[in-house]
């Protein structure tokens, strides 16, 4: 039995139907499961028949079996083994048929609130299968959470996440019982950094979510997450990730762009400020929003080199800001746009923006694939038009670039520059220009990767011994 289960356990690739057929024909499932209960102290039997019997349940033959062994199932559920507590956990994820949830159900929320690591993972992805028809989730969670142990809540929390990409249906399930409410509770609580961290984490991960956003705006963790970006009291790191979540979420929020806007002077969250108000500005009415008071402040960082980690942050946020990947802004976000960079051009030694571009590519690599982001995003208005091209050093900076970090971004802006010069017939025109455009077309041309031209086969004799 266990040469073969081992041999069953690591074959390569999926099983079949007809193979796990074939093994059961030989081993049946209760010789298999009497010998992993009598013998799991003898070295590599428990080991190898989990394995065995992972990948028997896997296939549709093997899952089919599931309902007839579930008192088997919530033994093992039980176990005292993690190993096997893990394999009843993967089983049910298996399941076919959702039989006897009642009953299995609360054994898996104890496998996930005190297994290890592995055993909740697979005791989430169970239940997560069955959320799609399994009902009276509410009934459940609340009280079991009250009486947790601090990891335990933080599991919990976690599988509240983890529900809400399902379905819209359980979404709105999790919603009206008022398990978000565990979320609030845990953020409230600052008795403990590390708990209301991970928290914090989860809330970043449910911002992510479509279902998520839906449903998040109709709580009070906005005014939480609020109450932390502008408490000085609390922890940095804690009002740094309250503002990314922020940024994920209340792109339509004055009250939080302006407290992340008032926390750009403070050097050590300073950097989460301006990728938050970048994440922000990613969407067409968040960047409307920026460009009325905060953008004034990403902008100015931009083109400052004081901090490395600042400065790549103001680039990269204000690349968002511009539209790198969405369409133009409305007519008063896109004068507010351009008289911001003008105004902070004329505060600088540089004097004109095609100056800041010039300086922001003579940088090194990472500051110039920022750079390329905020040109392909700027370079759609004729008045940066016009500033790129003024400066021939541009162009030949992004068409020269063979450096290998930043060829996406490089070959991106080169065919943004070149899409908006072809359109303008002004530019087109100039005899002045002509050089530039035939850089243009070259660089777009060639590509990513800077192809010298097409591949051709090659037809060689192989070489013998």
């Keep these: 039995l266990l040469q073969a289960a081992s041999d069953f356990g690591h074959h390569p690739g999926v099983h079949s139907d007809a193979s796990a057929k074939a093994f059961l024909h030989r081993f049946p499932l209760p010789v298999i499961i009497n010998v992993l209960q009598t013998k799991a102290d003898v070295?590599?039997?428990?080991?190898?028949?989990?394995?065995?019997?992972?990948?028997?349940?896997c296939t549709k033959h093997g899952a089919s079996l599931i309902p007839q062994y579930m008192p088997f199932v919530q033994v093992g559920l039980r176990a005292d083994s993690q190993v096997v507590r893990c394999l009843a956990c993967k089983t049910v994820s298996c399941l076919l048929e959702n039989a006897q949830l009642i009953v299995i159900y609360p054994l898996l929320l104890d496998c996930l609130i005190n297994g290890n690591e592995q055993v909740a993972t697979a005791s989430m992805d169970a239940i997560k299968s069955l959320a799609g028809s399994f009902e009276g989730?509410?009934?459940?969670?609340?009280?079991?959470?009250?009486?947790?142990?601090?990891?335990?809540?933080?599991?919990?929390?976690?599988?509240?996440?983890?529900?809400?990409?399902?379905?819209?249906?359980?979404?709105?399930?999790?919603?009206?019982?008022?398990?978000?409410?565990l979320l609030e509770a845990e953020v409230c609580n600052t008795d403990d950094t590390l708990v209301t961290l991970s928290v914090l984490e989860l809330l970043y991960e449910l911002a992510e979510i479509q279902h998520g956003t839906e449903f998040l705006p109709r709580t009070t963790l906005v005014q939480l997450l609020s109450s932390i970006i502008g408490n000085t009291s609390m922890e940095s790191i804690l009002r740094s990730r309250a503002m990314m979540i922020s940024g994920r979420l209340l792109s339509k929020v004055k009250t939080v762009i302006s407290l992340i806007d008032g926390r750009l002077q403070d050097a050590d969250e300073c950097e989460s400020a301006l990728e938050t108000l970048g994440q922000i500005g990613s969407s067409i009415h968040g960047a409307e929003l920026l460009l009325l008071p905060a953008a004034r402040h990403v902008i100015d960082a931009a083109f400052d080199r004081q901090g490395r980690g600042r400065h790549l942050a103001a680039l990269h946020a204000l690349g968002n800001i511009s539209g790198e990947t969405r369409s133009e802004l409305n007519n008063d976000a896109e004068e507010s746009l351009q008289h911001l960079i003008y105004e902070s051009a004329s505060k600088s030694p540089k004097l004109t923006p095609s100056g800041l571009f010039l300086s922001v590519l003579q940088q090194d690599a990472e500051v110039r694939l920022a750079g390329y982001r905020v040109i392909t995003g700027l370079v759609a208005r004729p008045w940066c038009l016009m500033e790129i091209c003024s400066k021939q050093e541009i162009v030949n900076i992004i068409t020269g670039e063979t450096t290998k970090i930043g060829m996406e971004a490089k070959y991106n802006c080169c065919k943004a520059i070149h899409w908006v010069f072809m359109s303008s017939s002004k530019l087109t025109s100039d005899p002045a220009l002509t050089g530039i455009a035939e850089k243009l077309q070259e660089a777009v041309r060639r590509g990513p990767y800077l192809a010298r031209k097409e591949a051709q086969p090659v037809v060689m004799t192989a070489d013998r011994f």
């Design 137 to 181: 989730m509410e009934i459940i969670f609340p009280n079991l959470a009250a009486r947790c142990s601090s990891l335990g809540r933080v599991r919990v929390l976690a599988l509240v996440v983890k529900l809400f990409s399902v379905s819209s249906s359980v979404a709105s399930l999790i919603h009206n019982s008022d398990l978000l409410n």
């Design 43 to 57: 070295p590599g039997v428990e080991s190898t028949l989990v394995a065995c019997l992972e990948r028997i349940f």
